[in-house]
């Protein structure tokens, strides 16, 4: 961690004889694109990675992190009334088209419901079941040790830093 006083290149807040920044440029434009190539690439391995083991973490349960997401979405306190499809959409910023296969499956399944919204007839609102309920419950172990194993080595205070500075890679792709 730093001291938030704007870093040289040179003073960069990791070892560079780490073994992942050993062959960076020494031209500091030349490095902060390799940098950022390999910070999105690294990404793009984590969410690989997130979906392939989270669903591993899951499977006694036949549960896949997408399916985790969804419940997990209509399992919070505040949307016990359930969502609008739009609602959930945004809020896991998922496309409807992917959305609606995922929710299709969760009720064949029997762990959502679709029930006519109370505030407009027209709509029709997703709430977790209770057998979803049940089976959220019962995730929550395996979800908890899956975080555990991931955030290994992450202090409290790297997991803030970290919601914050993915929080705010978010934020910027959102508007590109």
Do not use: C
């Amino acid at each position: 961690m730093h001291s938030g006083r704007a870093l040289r290149f040179n003073e960069a807040p990791f070892n560079r004889s780490d073994a992942s920044m050993t062959d960076l440029p020494d031209d500091q434009d030349a490095a902060s694109i390799e940098i950022a190539n390999r910070l999105f690439f690294r990404f793009f391995q984590a969410a690989n990675t997130l979906h392939t083991k989270g669903t591993q973490a899951l499977d006694a349960f036949g549960v896949t992190t997408q399916q985790w997401s969804v419940l997990g979405a209509l399992s919070r306190e505040q949307v016990t009334g359930g969502m609008g499809i739009g609602e959930l959409s945004r809020f896991l910023l998922m496309s409807r088209q992917n959305l609606t296969g995922l929710l299709t499956r969760l009720e064949r399944d029997g762990l959502i419901e679709r029930a006519t919204s109370t505030e407009d007839r027209r709509s029709r609102k997703i709430r977790l079941s209770p057998k979803g309920r049940e089976l959220w419950v019962a995730l929550q172990k395996p979800i908890h040790d899956f975080y555990d194993g991931a955030l290994k080595g992450f202090s409290f205070d790297d997991r803030l830093q970290f919601i914050h500075y993915v929080s705010l890679l978010q934020r910027n792709m959102a508007k590109l």
